[in-house]
Nanobody, 127 residues
Framework: QVQLVESGGGLVQPGGSLKLSCVTSGVPLDQYALAWFRQAPGKEREGLSCMSANEGRTYYADSAKGRFTISRDNDKGTVSLQMNDLKPEDTAVYYC????????????????????WGQGTQVTVSS
């Protein structure tokens, strides 16, 4: 049974930082990319970043480049997202996801590519 459980969300002031973590179980970590998405109220789910199974290859959406950093530890079955210089528009529910191999690596942040989702963790950026 595949499970992904996020943690680390909360309330942060603009310009602040948060690190989200996701613990996985049952995911074939030697094959699957791990990714982060977010969904703000009234908006579609947006892919942010993903990391390949073994090579350490990463992909970032434009909204995440320069401020967010993804990392993973296959020994621990975890994936993290370090978020810096947070803005009010970053307020959303953040989800981690397991993504089977895709023909184009950039598709790892397309919601339709995801095989399993976590339950989400709320991030609120406000003064």
């Amino acid at each position: 049974q595949v499970q992904l459980v996020e943690s680390g969300g909360g309330l942060v002031q603009p310009g602040g930082s948060l690190k989200l973590s996701c613990v996985t179980s049952g995911v074939p970590l030697d094959q699957y990319a791990l990714a982060w998405f977010r969904q703000a109220p009234g908006k579609e789910r947006e892919g942010l970043s993903c990391m390949s199974a073994n090579e350490g290859r990463t992909y970032y959406a434009d909204s995440a480049k320069g401020r967010f950093t993804i990392s993973r530890d296959n020994d621990k079955g975890t994936v993290s997202l370090q978020m810096n210089d947070l803005k009010p528009e970053d307020t959303a529910v953040y989800y981690c996801a397991a993504v089977p191999p895709t023909l184009l690596f950039s598709r790892c942040i397309v919601p339709g590519s995801v095989e399993a989702w976590g339950q989400g963790t709320q991030v609120t950026v406000s003064s």
